[in-house]
């Protein structure tokens, strides 16, 4: 049987990452992102396909809404060479950070 892809953005680290490799763990291969911190985000490459699973990192900045254009040619792309497919399965939208202030607290800057 043919796995299912899971798209996991900010999967280099915390929750994000907890949740590819436990996708890993159940059978799925799977497409996860990162901001800045390649190194980590291959690590849990490298550990995803140690479970015998196919993975791959690609960089991907939310902050950036230009580039969602390009992020999105870069996924048809890497869907069609390394899974002969035009989609993934599943979706987790994780990626960002954690701001412990109130919202009247938070600057425009956080925000975006
Ligand atoms: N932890 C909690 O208790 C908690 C509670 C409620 C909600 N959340 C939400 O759950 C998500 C994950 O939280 P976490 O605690 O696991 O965070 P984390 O450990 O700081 O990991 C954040 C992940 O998101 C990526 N990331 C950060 N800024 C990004 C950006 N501008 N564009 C693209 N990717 C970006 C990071 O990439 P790099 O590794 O390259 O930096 C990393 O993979 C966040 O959206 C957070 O707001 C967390």
Redesign the pocket.
């Known amino acids: 049987m043919d796995s299912k892809i899971a798209l996991i953005?900010?999967?280099?680290?915390?929750?994000?990452n907890n949740a590819a490799l436990a996708l890993a763990k159940k059978g799925n291969d799977i497409i996860l992102?990162?901001?800045?911190?390649q190194a980590?985000a291959d690590k849990t490459v490298k550990e995803i396909e140690q479970l015998g699973h196919k993975a791959i990192a690609l960089q991907?900045?939310?902050?950036n809404t230009k580039s969602f254009i390009e992020f999105a040619e870069q996924v048809k792309k890497t869907l069609k060479d390394k899974w002969s497919t035009d989609h993934f399965d599943f979706l987790v939208n994780?990626?960002?950070?954690?701001i412990h202030a109130t919202f009247a607290e938070t600057t425009e800057d956080e925000f975006d």
């Not at 953005?9 to 994000?16: A, F, K, Q």
């Not at 991907?60 to 902050?63: N, P, S």
């Not at 994780?94 to 954690?98: P, S, T």
């Open positions: 953005t900010g999967g280099s680290r915390g929750l994000g992102t990162y901001n800045s911190k980590d991907l900045d939310v902050g994780n990626a960002g950070i954690g």
